[in-house]
């Protein structure tokens, strides 16, 4: 058997693009680093030569996902209800990263870089809350926040899990408008 080369171009970028790949069609949990390797066309030991283990792989794609949540997010332009639907967009477009980002048992949640990213999308949703008409400026503020969150991410998580398929024509923006639109919209 021959040894493949090292010299893959941007070898992080094929192997984070490769593990959305794998965990698309298997799961966040069954990823192999020797799956992975043979998918991005490397040899077995250059995953881990890149990132370490399994876990360090995973707190990059967690890292690059919530990087990608913060710009979908800060996108919408500060309107809650339309950073509500380009969260559930990028649920839908980057399902592999976002089952990884909110299991945090798979990545090193401490990481600088993903707790980097993950403040910005927090101070995105922030920014859209705050522009809302009465929006509380005190200890609700946190608790409001957290409403919107689970609001956004519940519809993501149901329409990913296939929970929505029966009541919907398919689209799944038009229906997260709808839906977060009935305690999102301004007064």
């Known amino acids: 058997m021959t040894e493949r080369s090292y010299h893959h171009g941007d070898l992080r970028r ?17 990823l192999s680093l020797r799956d992975l390797a043979r998918r991005a066309g490397v040899s ?13 792989l ?6 690059e996902g919530y990087a990608m949540l913060a710009d979908a997010l800060s996108a919408a332009g500060g309107d809650l209800l339309d950073s509500g639907v380009a969260y559930v967009r990028f ?12 299991q945090p048992g798979l990545y090193h949640p401490d990481d600088p ?11 995105s949703l922030s920014t859209a809350l705050s522009t809302r008409p009465g929006h509380p400026r005190d200890e609700d503020a946190e608790a409001t926040q957290l409403a919107a969150w689970s609001l956004a991410h519940g519809f993501a998580a149901l ?24 305690l999102f919209q301004q007064p």
């Open 14 to 30: 094929a192997l984070l693009t490769a593990t959305a790949a794998a965990i698309a069609d298997k799961g966040p949990t069954a």
């Open 44 to 56: 077995h030991a250059a995953p881990a030569h890149h990132f370490g283990d399994k876990a360090g």
């Open 58 to 63: 995973l707190t990059a794609l967690a890292a």
């Open 91 to 102: 649920a839908i477009e980057h399902r592999a990263h976002f089952e990884v980002m909110f």
């Open 113 to 123: 870089e993903v707790a980097a990213a993950r403040e910005r999308a927090d101070r």
């Open 159 to 182: 329409w990913l899990s296939g929970a929505l398929s029966t009541t919907t024509e398919g689209d799944p923006e038009a229906l997260a408008r709808r839906v977060l639109g009935q």
